[in-house]
């Protein structure tokens, strides 16, 4: 896994700063490329873990489940990077599954949301590989993930759309084939 610098990181932003126009020697812009480089690296540290560590150490937090009700966690906000524009996605994220033997806490929930929002992204995988986690630890009878999201690259530039909001479903397992409990899931939600 690829660890990246930040000073090499910080010296080319300071180029882009430079090629920009800007002063880099005033107050404001001085520490700039350094911060710049470490948000960038804290915004995309969820690449960096090892998909299987991550596996084993989730594995290890689950419960024995005796019954089959729907464990929803709704709106856990996270923020990815768009990997067209490398500018921020703030995003909304809804999470439910049927237990089959196995829970996991909700806190843990957000946890993994967390760990597949920080990369560069775009929402559709984002949605899908967290479904996909999920499966793989706590092997259910369904899983589905909702992401709604509100795209900077759409609000700041180009159509300068400030008010639309991506919505992504996945829906896997008994989410996709049961369209009562896909009904009932969608009418949970607030
Ligand atoms: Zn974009």
């Known amino acids: 896994m690829k660890i990246p610098n930040v000073e090499k990181m910080a010296e080319y932003y300071t180029r882009i700063l430079e090629e920009l126009g800007a002063d880099i020697e005033s107050e404001g812009l001085r520490e700039t ?31 024995t489940s005796v019954c089959h009700d729907m464990v929803i966690v709704e709106g856990i906000k996270e923020t990815g990077l768009c990997e067209h524009h490398l500018l921020p996605i703030l995003m909304s994220i809804t999470i439910a599954y049927i237990p089959d033997k196995k829970i996991l ?14 990369r560069l992204q775009n929402q559709e995988r984002t949605a899908h590989s967290i479904a996909v986690f999920i499966e793989q630890i706590v092997e259910p009878l369904g899983v ?25 479903n996945v829906m896997h397992g008994a989410f996709q084939k049961d369209q009562a409990l ?7 939600l607030a």
Request: net charge positive; aromatic share 6%; proline share 1%.
């Open 144 to 168: 589905a993930v909702l992401i709604d999201g509100k795209h900077m690259c759409a609000m700041a530039r180009g159509v300068r759309d400030t008010h639309s909001i991506m919505k992504v």
């Open 33 to 63: 490329p350094m911060r710049a480089a470490k948000a960038l690296v804290e915004m995309t540290e969820g690449a960096r873990m090892a998909t299987d560590k991550l596996l084993t150490m989730f594995k290890a937090e689950c419960q």
């Open 105 to 118: 806490g909700l806190s843990k929930l957000s946890r993994i949301a967390g760990y597949f929002a920080r």
């Open 182 to 188: 896909r009904e009932e899931f969608l009418n949970r």
